[in-house]
């Protein structure tokens, strides 16, 4: 069975600073990875996406995927209290559409 | 745009008793819809995953039997909490999709179990 590892579980950064965080696919067949950000109370919200090797930045958020190791990181720079939420990794392979989400990491911005 | 309704978006039921909860999609053809539960203690579970013109796929540990999916056309789908007990409880997501393309959440459906 598929399943998505993302480390840490928990996160606190302070205001300004950068907050990273992995995940990592056990299917080789996995080939989309997506970032979701779930503030309380709230449904997850897609942030970014990505499907090719390498990095794709959008404003303070940047992401990268090694295929070859399955692995997806998503940075955030200059980290607001806003930011504060679970940030949820899901990853889906082409020959399936069933989208299979990570236990997510906990992030705190402390102001 | 692309978005996805939920209803109801909060319910209480009797332990024992069952609940059934809807999905709809507007803006996009919803080709494949996931029904997730997320629960304090297990995070975020797939339940099951319909695909139109597919047999429902149900992950381990969950059934057809308590909890039954219907998918009819694009932009609806069902499911019912049969037989709810205190481990049912929790926020129950739609996640709808169109093709391979991003998959978009309702708001949830949260659950109580008295």
């Not at chain 1, 992401?63 to 998503?74: C, G, Y």
């Not at chain 2, 939920?6 to 999609?25: L, V």
């Not at chain 2, 796929?57 to 069902?78: A, R």
Request: proline share 4%; charged share 15%; glycine share 6%.
């Amino acid at each position: 069975q598929q399943k998505v590892q993302q480390s840490p579980e928990s996160l606190i950064v302070p205001e300004g600073g950068m907050a990273s965080l992995n995940c990592t696919s056990s299917d080789r067949n996995v080939d989309y990875f997506w970032w979701y950000r779930q503030h309380s109370g709230k449904s997850p919200k897609m942030l970014m996406s990505i499907f090719s090797n390498g990095e794709k930045e959008e404003g303070r958020f940047t992401v990268h995927l090694n295929k070859a190791s399955l692995h997806t990181s998503l940075h955030i720079r200059d980290s607001q209290p806003s930011d504060s939420a679970l940030y949820l990794c899901a990853a889906s392979a082409s020959n399936t559409n069933k989208v299979v989400f990570g236990t997510g990491t906990r992030l705190q911005v402390l102001p | 745009g692309a978005l996805v309704y939920q209803y109801p978006r909060r319910t209480i039921c009797k332990s024992g008793t069952s609940m059934r909860m809807e999905c709809q999609a507007v803006g996009f053809q919803a080709t494949s819809v996931a029904w997730y539960r997320q629960s304090p203690q297990k995070t975020f579970e797939l339940i099951a995953l319909s695909t139109v013109n597919s047999a429902i796929k149900y992950e381990q540990n969950f059934t057809q039997e308590k909890f039954p999916i219907s998918h009819p056309n694009l932009s609806f789908s069902s499911m019912t909490v049969l037989n709810a007990y205190l481990e049912d409880r929790g926020l129950y997501l739609c996640g709808a999709r169109q093709g391979y393309a991003e998959q978009f959440f309702g708001p949830g459906t949260r659950l109580t179990v008295l």
